[in-house]
């Protein structure tokens, strides 16, 4: 792997000064601009994201709709 490839990360529930920050809290924990979702509820903080990444997952009628209440969870909250 290219050296530069690896981003620095911590497991954190509180704050912190990384740039990438994996938590269970429903806080911006290192003032982040860009949120990463990988469960299975829309995020009620997903506002305070410039950008909202969310995964698709269509491997299964039950994932699928869950992606789809994800998708209109964060259109109510104005996102797009």
């Known amino acids: 792997l290219p050296p530069d ?12 000064d990384f740039p990438v920050v994996i938590t269970q809290r429903h ?3 290192n003032q982040a601009t860009v949120l990463i979702s990988l469960v299975p509820i829309a995020s009620p ?10 995964l698709d997952d269509q491997t299964s009628p039950q994932k699928r709709a869950l ?9 109510a909250m104005g996102l797009t």
């Not at 990360?9 to 912190?16: D, I």
């Not at 903080?45 to 969310?54: G, K, N, R, W, Y």
């Not at 992606?67 to 259109?75: F, G, H, P, V």
């Open 5 to 16: 490839s690896f981003l620095p990360h911590s497991v954190a529930e509180g704050a912190v």
């Open 27 to 29: 806080e911006n924990l």
């Open 45 to 54: 903080i997903a506002t305070q994201f410039s950008l909202v990444c969310d």
């Open 67 to 75: 992606s789809a209440e994800r998708k209109r969870a964060y259109e």
